[in-house]
């Protein structure tokens, strides 16, 4: 009889032990979170603000504050989706207002944001192709009038945009991979055009400037005069076509390249080093179609590995205390001529 107690008491004792344990996991003494008006925000995932018609954008609603709310998405007044990640997308141009709303029983908010849908220029639009491959990249400059006195705000007449094609294989090694270099130099070879002045120093190759036969009658002719920058004295230049190796001239270290002026009808310059200089911006994908889309890019074209569907801009931007810098344009880009 005792030994039975004794096993009944020990069986209540583990009992009591495991209801103890439940108890506390369970989380009964944890306060729940109570609910409050909800506060919500529109994230873009893509972080594009345009796209190319029937593409889509990726926007997330970000709820704050609350343990509860149901969404709406609305595109233009009109309610569409009541998830959390929205892909938007028209095969009609246009701007449009995408707003989402998060409501409970004490109150509701909402966020907005508009996406343009445009059919910019696209890779597909690029006739002037040098290469093969399965990856593309493009290569796209942009010259300004050299009379235009203010070079941060040009109007679009006086910007002369134009973009090259450049096909590559992908290659089994990583450090195999085309630059941004080799990409200009066998552009330039192939494009009687186009004409470029590099120059090799301790970092790599830097791109000097950009000259375009604009009227091509195969010839072209840039001049500058003596400049002296740091106590240093720059000899001006004077350059024809015929100092251009398949495009290319490699600055000596006493010619002056800055404001450096075309002297040749219906032909482009952009370029220099101390005074303004071609400044490199990087952009990705099938269309760049905004300016703030595109990065700038502190390497030389040199130390640059290409990507498939990359976007290597050039502008002419001044050097001034602000180091301010001339976004590419992309409304005014346009195909480079056939060669």
């Known amino acids: 009889m005792k030994k039975n107690l004794l096993y009944i008491l020990a069986i209540l004792a583990i009992t009591g032990m495991w209801s103890s344990c439940s108890d506390n996991d369970g989380g009964e003494d944890e306060p729940e979170m109570p609910l409050t008006a909800p506060e919500v925000s529109v994230q873009n995932l893509s972080l594009k603000n345009a796209i190319l018609p029937a593409k889509a954008v990726r926007l997330r609603a970000n709820i ?41 029983i004490l109150g509701e908010a909402s966020d907005s944001t508009y996406i343009t849908v445009q059919d910019g220029f696209k890779i597909s639009d690029v006739k002037n192709w040098t290469g093969e491959g399965e990856c593309r990249s493009v290569l796209a400059i942009q010259w300004v009038k050299p009379e235009v006195e203010d070079l941060l705000h040009p109007t679009d007449e006086d910007v002369f945009f134009r973009a090259w094609g450049y096909k590559w294989n992908k290659p089994q090694k990583r450090e195999d991979t085309p630059t941004g270099e080799e990409m200009i130099i066998a552009i ?100 760049v179609l905004e300016a703030e889309e595109y990065e700038y890019s502190n390497f030389y074209a040199s130390n640059r590995e290409l990507e498939d569907e990359c976007w290597d801009a050039w502008t002419f931007s001044p050097i001034n205390d602000a180091e301010q810098n001339i976004l590419p344009i992309p409304r005014l880009l346009k195909a480079a001529a056939i060669k």
């Open 64 to 104: 704050i504050n609350t343990t509860h709310a149901d969404l709406q998405w609305f595109v233009e007044g009109k309610a569409t989706s009541t998830d959390t990640i929205y892909e938007f997308s028209s095969a009609t141009e246009g701007e449009y207002k995408i707003k989402v709303t998060a409501s409970n």
């Open 188 to 287: 330039a070879k192939e494009d009687p055009r186009l004409f470029v002045i590099v120059q090799v120093d301790g970092h790599g190759t830097a791109i000097k400037g950009f000259g375009y036969d604009g009227n091509g009658d195969g010839k072209i002719s840039i001049e500058s005069d003596d400049f002296v920058h740091n106590k240093i004295e720059y000899k001006g230049i004077s350059l024809t076509e015929a100092d251009f190796t398949n495009g290319i001239y490699v600055q000596k270290q006493e010619d002056n390249i800055d404001d450096v002026r075309v002297t040749s009808e219906g032909d482009w310059w952009m370029g220099g080093w101390y005074v303004a200089y071609a400044s490199y911006w990087l952009g990705y994908g099938e269309a």
